[in-house]
């Protein structure tokens, strides 16, 4: 089973985690644009408020692209 952690205190919510997202990807024609998931899309991770959430983490493939998209190590991908 994947755990996604988010520490909040670093996410500054640039979205980097989201659009790397492989499965946001393939499930919402917005990330695959460059944009945030639409609300209802069945997506990972998706920035609310400021800062990413995560949204489906039965979803989540444990690729760790987020981890290294994200500039300020605010994302961790346990398995």
Do not use: F, Q, Y
């Amino acid at each position: 089973m994947v755990k996604i952690v988010i520490h909040e205190e670093r996410c500054h919510g640039c979205g980097n985690c989201v659009i790397a997202c492989p499965v946001n990807a393939c499930n919402s024609p917005n990330v695959w644009g460059g944009k945030g998931p639409e609300d209802g899309e069945d997506v990972v991770i998706k920035v609310v408020n400021g800062t990413v959430s995560v949204i489906n983490e039965d979803l989540c493939e444990a690729c760790m692209t987020c981890e290294l998209a994200c500039p300020v190590d605010a994302i961790e991908i346990k398995t």
